[in-house]
Nanobody, 124 residues
Framework: QVQLVESGEGLVQAGDSLRLSCAASGRTISSYAMGWFRQAPGKEREFVGVIIKSGERTYYADSAKGRFTCSRDNAKNTVYLQMNSLKPEDTAVYYC?????????????????WGQGTQVTVSS
């Protein structure tokens, strides 16, 4: 079992930056690809980005490319989502998730463990 706890929620203005953290316990995250998803009110949970087990590669949704960066610190058992140039449409609850799979990483069904989510609100 892996327990995930997100932090870093905030209310920011358009153009600002915010960094989310996801601290894991129970098992080391070095065995997992770590993804970030988000869910806006009335919408389905959608993929944002993922960092693979080794940390050598990351993949992003088109909406996040060039603005968001996933990183991981396996020694701290923590992953991060750095969000720059935030837009009002980035407003959502953000979730981190873990999977031991090496494929299909953009699909939420591939993930076995989820955090409780943290709110990000971007005002215009």
């Amino acid at each position: 079992q892996v327990q995930l706890v997100e932090s870093g929620e905030g209310l920011v203005q358009a153009g600002d930056s915010l960094r989310l953290s996801c601290a894991a316990s129970g098992r080391t995250i070095s065995s997992y690809a770590m993804g970030w998803f988000r869910q806006a009110p009335g919408k389905e949970r959608e993929f944002v980005g993922v960092i693979i087990k080794s940390g050598e590669r990351t993949y992003y949704a088109d909406s996040a490319k060039g603005r968001f960066t996933c990183s991981r610190d396996n020694a701290k058992n923590t992953v991060y989502l750095q969000m720059n140039s935030l837009k009002p449409e980035d407003t959502a609850v953000y979730y981190c998730a873990a999977t031991d799979s090496g494929y299909g990483l953009t699909f939420r069904g591939q993930y076995d463990y989820w955090g409780q989510g943290t709110q990000v609100t971007v005002s215009s």
